[in-house]
């Protein structure tokens, strides 16, 4: 899986974001990349906004654990999730 990536305390999940979609999910993983759509509109950070309480809403974490750390204006974005491993991740995502 090379959308998923362990890290210290945490993973780095690769994400290919769908803007203005009718509701907020998780499509699913491809080989590079885990495919998501948001509702929000990609203006002013509020898919990134509504990206990050997605997946905070997924997994069971605050949305304080989980920040866009790349690709912030594009829809290729790498998130990181603080306080779950990749392995928790994968089986929650699949």
């Known amino acids: 899986m090379k959308w998923l990536i362990e890290a210290k305390d945490g993973c780095v999940i690769t994400v290919k974001v769908t803007p203005r979609a009718a509701k907020s999910e998780i499509l699913g993983a491809e080989s590079e990349w885990l495919r998501v759509r948001v509702k ?10 509504a990206l ?7 997994l069971g974490l605050h949305k304080r654990s989980v920040s866009v750390v790349a690709g912030q204006t594009a829809r290729l974005k790498r998130v990181r999730v603080d306080g779950v491993t990749a392995d928790e991740v994968s089986k929650i995502m699949s």
């Open 40 to 49: 929000a509109p990609p203006v002013d950070g509020k898919a990134n906004t």
């Open 52 to 58: 990050i309480a997605l997946f905070a809403d997924v």
